[in-house]
């Protein structure tokens, strides 16, 4: 079923197209969120906040061709929101990190597997420490795959910085990585 149509049958109170919506986007909203917490729980929360908040609002909603950037631009705003209300409020204590459960151990992992999970790693333990400024246009142009012009849309910015920013972010990636790894080969 082609998004025009899903979305008008979503409109229109039909459940199970709801439940395509949802699930045809539900990885890239997550995905988004679990950029912005670092707490899959909470990017959990946040995501499914987004789609709470599309439901509300997909009545006043116009224009199928614009409907993930608006998706992310919501999701977005959310985690910003959040991280906000964070910074006001912060947590009493810091859960230590090696009193974490639930994690795989890397021994386990087939050699192919292995190589590849830790170039993820890596990779986002450099994206978290990019700048925001540059963190938030590097995920929303090569993560999530938005154009140009709809990450400055999203963003509120003109599509000029847009570029010049998605130029300094993949240096700045770059770099981190090898800050991170002198030894990482693509």
Known sequence: MELPELLDRCRSGDRLAWETLVRQFQGRVYG???????????ARDLAQEA???VWRSLNTFRGH?????WLLMLT???????????AARPPAQDVDSRTATGLADPADLP?????????????????????????????LQEIHGLKVEEVASILKLPVGTVKSRASRARIELARTVLELDPSYQA
Not at 33 to 41: F, G, L, M, V
Request: proline residues 2%; aromatic residues 6%.
């Open 32 to 42: 988004l969120a679990r950029q912005y917490a670092s707490d899959p729980e909470e």
């Open 51 to 53: 789609f709470v908040r």
């Open 111 to 139: 050699d192919e597997e292995l190589v590849i999970a830790r170039r993820r790693s890596l990779v986002q333990r450099a994206i978290a420490r990019m700048t925001e400024r540059n963190r938030e246009v590097l995920i």
């Open 76 to 86: 977005r705003n959310l985690c910003v929101d959040q991280l906000r209300r964070k």
């Open 65 to 69: 061709e614009t409907f993930v950037s």
